[in-house]
């Protein structure tokens, strides 16, 4: 019998999430929406020439997904602190 182990995308090991995951949270969501996009810009680069130039943009826009999910999360999981009344008075007392 031979077992089949899924080999997971590019986007999927950088934000260490299963695509074909139901019932995701609104975190694991907004990943994978950023690892799609990464999976689309890794598929581009590999079919296409590798010129120095493009080679950089893939880096630094590799980099700029991985930030702008970092952003996303955080505007999403602030909620449970400011909601916190002590957390409110520790930012002020700050």
Do not use: C, W
């Not at 031979?2 to 949270?25: A, C, R, W, Y």
């Not at 890794?42 to 952003?71: C, M, R, W």
């Amino acid at each position: 019998m031979i077992k089949e182990t899924k080999i997971p995308s590019i986007g999927e090991q950088v934000f260490e999430l299963d695509l074909s995951k139901e019932n995701m949270t609104p975190e694991e969501e907004v990943s994978a929406l950023f690892a799609k996009a990464l999976n689309i810009m890794a598929n581009n680069y590999k079919e296409t020439s590798k010129h120095p130039i493009k080679s950089l943009l893939f880096d630094h826009a590799y980099g700029q997904v991985v930030s702008a999910e970092l952003a996303v999360k955080k505007v999403l999981t602030i909620k449970h602190y400011t909601e916190n009344e002590n957390f409110r008075e520790e930012i002020i007392a700050e």
